[in-house]
């Protein structure tokens, strides 16, 4: 009889399996089909010093894919612990323009099995000029977890809603829920389990989703990359400590960690101009300078929009990639100190790669570009290779945890990706000042969409 243990067991087997013949076949590439490149490069004044730069960059890179999958093999998210165990928690939810998907996530959060008791829902209005306010007030009356509601008389900003939320906390675990996305019931439970187990732990990372799939395939291509991102990139952060970036639309920090530098958090700027946006990754960055491990819970999941038009998934990247870039400056100057107990070498390889991938990769993506351009025949059958070997990660990853053929998307993702996309890190890197919010303008078109039911049918 084949046991569900086995049956998980031989998934894994296969996902490791076809990770490293991902590498294998990568590495083959590179060794024995890029001779004719490496000819055309030779005849160049620079040609020789590109191939070396390459050549290390590319064993750098196979070199950490190979860690971070012996990893991912070793993670098991923590099981929650019994409601005797569960500390008292306070989840903030800020909103700005959301309409009736506030109530829909408000809605989700109190149908969660977290002890009554114990659980505290706070509400915040951002200045909304839609119908937003209606909904956190019917939600106000009609939910069984009661909610507290504050109303700011003006857009002020996310960080600022979520400053005015943990103010009147009671909980000695702040949650944070963004106000497009929904909960299942056991994803509190899960996520602040890790609080009650080690003391060490200052912050955890949800499992986000992506809860618009049906509206096109620009979301069901980002629910693929989501994917790549917690359960690949998180997890294997999560086995190190230090997990860069706790997501807005789901994370969960220690109330004593906070408190302490939440007025720096509210305050902090960039360049002399106020740091709008990034603010999870802010707040991420403050609780490892300080000593704590954070981690990620892979069974803490949550759904939440994404865009499902190009201009606007540009926007949303763009916010990330300059929120990136400013705070991984902000690590650099803390992550090679002692700054906590026990090994920090992964916390340093991490931060490492993020460096390579913001500035060296970026000129070899644009290298690139300009090669193709130059001698298509050459470098444009390459690209399309190393595009398919690099997709391939996370369709594997994808078609492994889901067994969706949709996982082909990947592929589509990745020539979308370096068409149309490449363009957004090396921008960020000239204009990391830039703290606009960019996909906060506006009321959404149809604020009174119930998107809850395609949660429910999941």
């Given at each position: 009889m084949i046991t569900s243990k086995k049956i998980i067991g031989n998934k894994k087997k296969f996902a490791a399996l076809a990770c490293i013949l991902t590498v294998v076949?990568?590495?083959?590439?590179?060794?024995?089909?890029?001779?004719?490149g490496s000819q055309f490069l030779k005849g160049l004044p620079w040609g020789d010093a590109l191939i070396v730069s390459f050549s290390?960059?590319?064993?750098?890179?196979?070199?950490?894919?190979?860690?971070?999958?012996?990893l991912v093999l070793k993670y098991r998210p923590i099981p929650s612990v019994s409601d005797d165990q569960l500390p008292t928690c306070t989840i903030v939810v800020p909103a700005y323009n959301e309409g009736r998907q506030v109530f829909d996530t408000l809605k989700s959060l109190a149908a969660g099995n977290y002890p009554r008791e114990k659980i505290q829902l706070i509400a915040v209005d951002d200045g909304s000029v839609d119908n937003t306010w209606k909904w956190i007030k019917k939600a106000k009356r009609t939910l069984e977890l009661p909610v507290l509601t504050i109303r700011q008389p003006q857009n002020q900003g996310k960080r600022q809603a979520l400053y005015d939320g943990f103010k009147k906390s009671t909980g000695t675990v702040l949650v944070t829920v963004d106000s497009d996305s929904v909960v299942e019931p056991d994803t509190l439970r899960n996520l602040?389990?890790?609080?009650?187990?080690?003391?060490?732990v200052g912050a955890v990372a949800g499992n986000v989703r992506v809860l618009n799939q049906a509206q096109g395939i620009i979301p069901r291509m980002v629910d693929i990359v989501f994917v790549f991102s917690f359960d690949f990139m998180r997890v294997s952060q999560s086995m190190v400590r230090t997990v860069t970036c706790t997501p807005g639309a789901l994370s969960a920090y220690r109330k004593s960690a906070v408190m302490g530098v939440l007025d720096k958090w509210l305050n902090q700027t960039f360049f002399g101009r106020p740091a709008n946006i990034g603010e999870d990754r802010a707040m991420t960055n403050m609780i490892l300078r300080q000593g704590y491990d954070v981690v990620f819970q892979q069974n803490a999941r949550v759904f939440t929009e994404v865009p499902v038009v190009y201009a606007q998934l540009c926007k949303m990247y763009l916010r990330w990639a300059r929120s990136n870039v400013r705070e991984t400056i902000a690590m650099a100057s803390f992550i090679f100190t002692r700054f906590r107990r026990g090994s920090m070498l992964g916390a340093r390889i991490n931060l490492v790669s993020d460096v390579l991938k913001l500035t060296v990769a970026q000129i070899f993506f644009l290298i690139s570009w300009g090669l193709i351009l130059w001698h298509p025949a050459i470098f444009g059958s390459k690209t399309i290779i190393g595009i398919v070997l690099g997709s391939s990660l996370s369709a594997t990853i994808y078609a492994w945890k889901f067994g969706k053929i949709s996982s082909i998307l990947a592929f589509a993702y990745g020539f979308f990706f370096f068409i149309a996309l490449t363009w957004i890190k090396p921008y960020?890197?000239?204009?990391p000042h830039n703290s606009n919010w960019l996909t906060r303008a506006c009321p959404k078109v149809n604020p009174d969409t119930d998107l809850h039911h395609q949660f429910s049918a999941r």
């Open positions: 076949a990568a590495a083959c590439l590179y060794g024995t089909g890029g001779s004719s290390v960059l590319f064993c750098l890179a196979l070199a950490e894919l190979v860690w971070r999958i012996i602040v389990t890790p609080f009650a187990l080690n003391p060490r960020a890197l000239v204009t």
